[in-house]
């Protein structure tokens, strides 16, 4: 298996899918807001499945390119630490943006218009 298939499907993609789910408890924290359970059931569903679809399409690909624009350029430069360095911080930040959501409290990764 090719290096950018294993980094796609080893730790880009499972990262993307990582933000998603975060979306999706965004999602989820701001549904409270519709009283009608039904109503509420299927902007839920809305929204996942409109979730899902650009992070399969838009999301995990874009990712994807600057990995590749990353390893591309570093093999010209001074090795693969471009490409190791955005992977760590694709990684922290996807670490970061969890611990602020399920610790903190969604508030603290949302603007403030957007707090129920």
């Known amino acids: 298996m090719k290096t950018a298939q294993v980094v796609?499907?080893?730790?880009?993609?499972?990262?993307?899918?990582l933000l998603l789910n975060l979306c999706i408890g965004v999602v989820?924290?701001?549904?409270?807001l519709i009283a009608d359970p039904l109503e509420r059931t299927a902007a839920i569903m809305g929204m996942v499945l409109f979730g899902g679809?650009?992070?399969?399409?838009?999301?995990?690909?874009?990712?994807?390119?600057?990995?590749?624009?990353?390893h591309a350029g570093s093999r010209r430069?001074?090795?693969?630490l471009g490409e190791i360095?955005?992977?760590?911080?694709?990684?922290?930040g996807v670490f970061w943006l969890y611990y602020q959501f399920y610790i903190v409290g969604p508030e603290a990764i949302l603007p403030a218009a957007w707090h129920n």
Do not use: H, W
């Open 53 to 70: 679809s650009l992070v399969a399409f838009i999301v995990a690909p874009a990712i994807e390119a600057m990995v590749r624009a990353l």
């Open 8 to 17: 796609r499907t080893y730790y880009v993609l499972p990262c993307c899918l």
């Open 77 to 80: 430069g001074a090795g693969t």
């Open 85 to 92: 360095l955005f992977l760590a911080l694709l990684g922290v």
């Open 28 to 32: 989820g924290y701001k549904a409270r």
